[in-house]
Every structure is written in structure tokens, then in C-alpha cells.
Nanobody, 115 residues
Framework: QVQLVESGGGLVQAGGSLRLSCAAS????????MGWYRQAPGKQRELVAI???????NYVDSVKGRFTISRDSATKAVYLQMNSLKPEDTAVYYC?????????WGQGTQVTVSS
């Protein structure tokens, strides 16, 4: 089994920054990729950013140039640096790990951006 624990969410004013962290533990052998998703109230969960085992990254258009995903392969952690935050970034952010045919999720961390 794989466990993911997110941290770093909170309340910030528009234009501010937050850094999310996700620590992975358990039976991890061959990570395909790790990523961050978010879900705002009344909306579907959407992909925010992913990073592969070869450090290729991809972002949803709405966060390009503002968010940066990174990882530490030694500690199996993934991070999301969020700058120039906007009220529309308000959501619960979830860490995701894909290993083979399995997908694992963290419990989520709330990010609230006030205008």
C-alpha cells in the first residue's frame, strides 16, 4: 500500500504564494508520475500539474507561468510552488501517485485565496 500526506495549504491573499508538499511512503517501486489535482466547490477535480520519473512536467493552462512542480526522488516527495495566486485557485489540492496500473491519492489540503 502507498500513503500520501499533503501539507502546506492555507489562506493567502491574491498575489501571494504557497508551497504544497506531498510525502509518499509505503510500497513504492516504480513511480510513473506524481502530480497535483484540485477540486473547487461544485466543480470536477482537475489536473493542475504532473512530473514524470524523468522530470518531464506538464501544467494546466491556467497555472502556466505561476506554478512549478518539482520532486525529490530520494525522499519520494513532490512539491507545488504556487505564485501569483488568484481567487480562482481556491480549491482542495490533492497529491496523486501513479505506479503501474495503480493510482493513489492523498487526503487533500485546502488552499484559499482571498481577493
Amino acid at each position: 500500500q502507498v500513503q500520501l500526506v499533503e501539507s502546506g495549504g492555507g489562506l493567502v491573499q491574491a498575489g501571494g504564494s504557497l508551497r504544497l508538499s506531498c510525502a509518499a511512503s509505503g510500497s513504492i517501486f516504480n513511480i510513473n508520475f506524481m502530480g497535483w489535482y484540485r477540486q473547487a466547490p461544485g466543480k470536477q477535480r482537475e489536473l493542475v500539474a504532473i512530473i514524470t520519473s524523468s522530470d518531464s512536467t506538464n501544467y494546466v493552462d491556467s497555472v502556466k507561468g505561476r506554478f512549478t512542480i518539482s520532486r525529490d526522488s530520494a525522499t519520494k516527495a513532490v512539491y507545488l510552488q504556487m505564485n501569483s495566486l488568484k481567487p480562482e485557485d481556491t480549491a482542495v489540492y490533492y497529491c496523486n501517485l501513479r505506479q503501474g496500473f495503480n493510482s493513489y491519492w492523498g487526503q487533500g489540503t485546502q488552499v484559499t485565496v482571498s481577493s
